[in-house]
């Protein structure tokens, strides 16, 4: 006996028809089951560029989610509008006795879940929100005394001793299909409708959906084994490539952590431990909503950051005369994506070289990352700008040159995204500052001309950061 005669499935962060925690159970639960996506304007109105590939992405994404789901006998309502009024506006319309979605833990996707919840209960209708977006969430992993960690290692440890194989296994899908309610309609609007337009997906050969998850995976999982190895040197496209995927959901997290876990080979426990750190972010984002604007080692706040627009739009357009920093974020600003390592150096660059708030680049990447993901990229910045939990020491600074040389030793990629440095030497690619200027003009890059000089000398910006900090502690 059906618990429901008829549900509603609200597709959030989690754009497929397989392995879907919100749908299994709906379709368990329920005689009859309704698909739901909404653009939601309270996120889209807080979008600067009309042509933001995320959109786009998510555009095609639902798109093919559709396709999908009316081949299982079903079908996607796509709507815009405020999601905290159009869920339970549509819910009442199609008479549903119940909405099922999976947990979001972004601050405002939890007031706003919180908000939905509230005015289904007053109509009579149930709201049941599950987990599908990671393996533990919220309070499954703990310490001892019931606290949540805020040092990695110990969770990681934590998380794998929790571990089961029951924990893997994939929501069924398929064989409840029948249950699928045909919608009133499935109408996508188009992008211009929704006051978008089509972005640079198509030139980058960046691909969506469930069959865009499903190329890259099988791409990558063929080098997982050299992940390790491989993982560190931007040139290579040795990454996963995935982020965009497990943000959205084109792909089931318990996928490829099930792969990652059973696969033999140190790379396959390097990448799951990759999958672990984004775990750990989400439970610290969970627990700690206020790291969203603030360090989560409060002292830190009262840094005294400098505020140099003209060192921030350097940094933004790749104009720092420091080589693999200004590489690293052309490729941002070119693609959507950046090298993990390179997010970490262009960081460590911008709070510990330019002395400016780690939060001013969090949110220049929030504009400009594919897989922009606030938990994981937040947690990512504290860490570079050692101002969060289990963060790099403040007194470990990147320096740019030997970490240059360090993982791009032939220049391969700096030349790929900073073309004007295409004739210089291995030798001097990483330091054009110390051509003499006769071979600078033999190289075509003149200093000053063609390539920025660096606009600050790291030793001494290294030794302003660390009086920076000890008058914090």
């Given at each position: 006996?059906?618990l429901?005669s ?21 379709l ?8 739901v ?20 992405f ?44 999976n ?15 509230d ?33 990695y ?5 934590a ?15 398929a ?74 959901g ?96 262009a ?127």
């Amino acid at each position: 006996m059906n618990l429901y005669s008829t549900s509603l499935v609200w597709f959030r962060r989690d754009l497929r028809s397989y392995d879907h925690a919100a749908l299994s159970r709906a379709l368990q639960d329920s005689a009859r089951v309704y698909c739901v996506f909404v653009f939601d304007i309270d996120i889209l109105d807080q979008l600067k560029d009309r042509a933001d590939r995320r959109v786009e992405f998510i555009w095609h994404s639902i798109k093919e989610l559709n396709a999908a789901l009316v081949q299982m006998g079903g079908g996607l309502m796509v709507r815009q509008g405020r999601a905290c009024e159009v869920i339970p506006r549509l819910a009442q319309e199609l008479g549903v006795s119940a909405v099922f979605a999976n947990r979001d833990y972004e601050p405002q996707a939890i007031a706003r879940d919180a908000a939905v919840a509230d005015a289904l209960a007053a109509a009579g209708m149930a709201f049941h929100a599950l987990k599908d977006h990671v393996i533990f969430e919220r309070d499954e992993v703990m310490t001892g005394s019931n606290r949540p960690y805020s040092i990695y290692t110990p969770y990681k440890n934590a998380w794998l001793k929790r571990l089961t194989d029951a924990d893997l296994q994939p929501h069924p899908i398929a064989e409840l299909a029948s249950r699928l309610a045909s919608p009133p309609d499935t109408l996508l609007p188009a992008l211009h409708d929704l006051g978008f337009q089509a972005s640079d997906l198509a030139r980058l050969n960046v691909k969506t959906g469930m069959s865009g998850a499903h190329d890259a995976w099988e791409q990558f999982a063929q080098q997982l084994s050299a992940y390790d190895v491989l993982r560190d040197s931007p040139a290579l496209d040795a990454t996963s490539h995935l982020g965009v995927h497990l943000r959205f959901g084109t792909i089931s997290i318990r996928a490829v952590a099930r792969h990652a876990y059973y696969a033999p080979g140190k790379g396959a426990q390097v990448w799951l431990a990759e999958l672990i750190w984004r775990e750990f972010f989400h439970m610290i984002l969970f627990h700690h909503p206020r790291v969203a604007q603030h360090a989560f080692r409060t002292e830190l706040d009262a840094i005294a950051w400098e505020d140099r627009a003209d060192y921030f739009q350097a940094w933004c357009e790749g104009r720092t005369g420091y080589p693999i920093v200004d590489a690293a974020m052309r490729q941002l600003n070119q693609t959507g994506f950046m090298h993990n390592r390179l997010r970490m150096i262009a960081a460590s660059f911008l709070v510990k070289d330019l002395h400016i708030h780690w939060l001013k680049g969090e949110r220049y990447f929030a504009a400009k990352l594919l897989d922009y993901d606030l938990a994981s990229n937040n947690g990512n910045w504290q860490w570079a700008a050692s101002t969060g939990c289990d963060a790099q020491p403040y007194f470990r600074i990147f320096n740019p040159v030997t970490q240059s040389a360090r993982f791009d030793p032939e220049g391969v990629f700096i030349k790929r995204f900073v073309p004007e440095l295409a004739e210089l030497e291995r030798r001097d690619i990483h330091t054009p500052w110390n051509l003499l200027p006769i071979e600078q003009q033999a190289c075509g890059v003149v200093l000053g001309r063609d390539y920025p000089a660096p606009i600050v000398d790291h030793e001494a910006a290294r030794a302003k950061t660390l009086a920076m900090f000890k008058t914090s502690q």
